[in-house]
């Protein structure tokens, strides 16, 4: 079992910059490939980013790339989501989730945080 716990989300204005973290619980995490996901009011939960067991390979949702950085730290168990450039349309709850096999679909992460919530004014 993996216990996956979000921190760093907050009110941020347009253009500003926010640092998600998730904490992972037990001493298998760098057995699992992380990602993060978001669901903003009225839609469905939607892929971000994702990054594989030791952190060499990477993978973004269009609408972030240049502007959002995934990463890990294996040695405290914790992976990150760097969010620069923020727009009001990146307002959601943040999900972390693990998966054994590196996935970009909900239907694919085995264990998932219970989220922060990062809302962009404009």
């Known amino acids: 079992q993996v216990q996956l716990v979000e921190s760093g989300g907050g009110l941020v204005q347009a253009g500003g910059s926010l640092k998600l973290s998730c904490a992972s619980s037990?001493?298998?995490?760098?057995?699992?490939?992380m990602g993060w996901f978001r669901q903003a009011p009225g839609k469905e939960r939607e892929f971000v980013a994702t990054i594989n067991r030791i952190g060499g390979s990477t993978y973004y949702k269009d609408s972030v790339k240049g502007r959002f950085t995934i990463s890990r730290d294996n040695a405290k168990n914790t992976v990150y989501l760097q969010m620069n450039s923020l727009k009001p349309e990146d307002t959601a709850v943040y999900y972390c989730?693990?998966?054994?096999?590196?996935?970009?679909?909900?239907?694919?992460?085995?264990?998932w945080g219970k989220g922060t919530l990062v809302t962009v004014s404009s």
């Open positions: 037990g001493r298998t995490f760098s057995s699992y490939a």
């Open positions: 989730a693990a998966s054994t096999i590196i996935s970009n679909t909900v239907a694919g992460m085995d264990y």
